[in-house]
Antibody
Framework: EVQLVESGGGLVKPGGSLRLSCAAS????????LTWVRQGPGKGLEWVSS????????YYADSVKGRFTISRDDAKNSLYLQMNSLRAEDTAVYYC???????????WGQGTLVTVSS | DIQMTQSPSTLSASVGDRVTITCRAS??????LAWYQQKPGKAPILLIY???SLESGVPSRFSGSGSGTEFTLTISSLQPDDFATYYC?????????FGQGTKVEIK
């Protein structure tokens, strides 16, 4: 069974940092592009960042560029999102998702909640 | 960035109704469009990719059409399990963008 499980969310003060993790199982992790998508409270979906196989290409939304860093460890079947200089508007549920290979997402984790508040 | 606009934002319908949701792109995205269903507190589920290809395991009452800048998601006969929010997403060019969502409510 294909499974993605996020962890690392929590409450952090503005300006603080947090590292999210996504553990994958049930598929060939190293062969897939992986993505982070977030959803603010009561809001729609927002693509955050993607990393292709072997970390060859990395993309960020303008809203997080320079503050967030995506990475992967294929040996551990894990995806990460290092979030620095957090702002209130970064408050959201963060999902990791598997990219089928063309830019759409066929498997999602259950999400992890990040709350940025003083 | 390519902007995606869905209409309507909210739709009230009854079980058995035929439902159509529209998604418009700010520029041509060929057929690089996906549709997702999301229920409260749950992750999205892929329904349609490449504008009209039905994801494996998704009921055949769901269908997608369109190309270029205008796309539709149709539910041929609305079922109780279909009350949810639906999102379109373009993957023509980074950065990927989603529509704002269409909530399908019980009439």
């Amino acid at each position: 069974e294909v499974q993605l499980v996020e962890s690392g969310g929590g409450l952090v003060k503005p300006g603080g940092s947090l590292r999210l993790s996504c553990a994958a199982s049930g598929f060939s992790f190293s062969s897939n592009t992986l993505t982070w998508v977030r959803q603010g409270p009561g809001k729609g979906l927002e693509w955050v960042s993607s990393i292709t196989t072997s970390g060859g290409y990395i993309y960020y939304a303008d809203s997080v560029k320079g503050r967030f860093t995506i990475s992967r460890d294929d040996a551990k079947n894990s995806l990460y999102l290092q979030m620095n200089s957090l702002r209130a508007e970064d408050t959201a549920v963060y999902y990791c998702a598997r990219d089928r290979g063309a830019g759409y997402f066929d498997c999602w984790g259950q999400g992890t909640l990040v709350t940025v508040s003083s | 960035d390519i902007q995606m606009t869905q209409s309507p934002s909210t739709l009230s319908a009854s079980v058995g109704d035929r439902v159509t949701i529209t998604c418009r792109a700010s520029q041509s995205i060929s057929s690089w469009l996906a549709w997702y269903q999301q229920k409260p507190g749950k992750a999205p589920i892929l329904l349609i990719y490449k504008a009209s290809s039905l994801e494996s395991g998704v009921p055949s009452r769901f269908s997608g059409s369109g190309s270029g800048t205008e796309f539709t998601l149709t539910i041929s006969s609305l079922q109780p399990d279909d009350f949810a929010t639906y999102y379109c997403q373009q993957y023509n060019s980074y950065s990927w963008t989603f529509g704002q969502g269409t909530k399908v409510e019980i009439k």
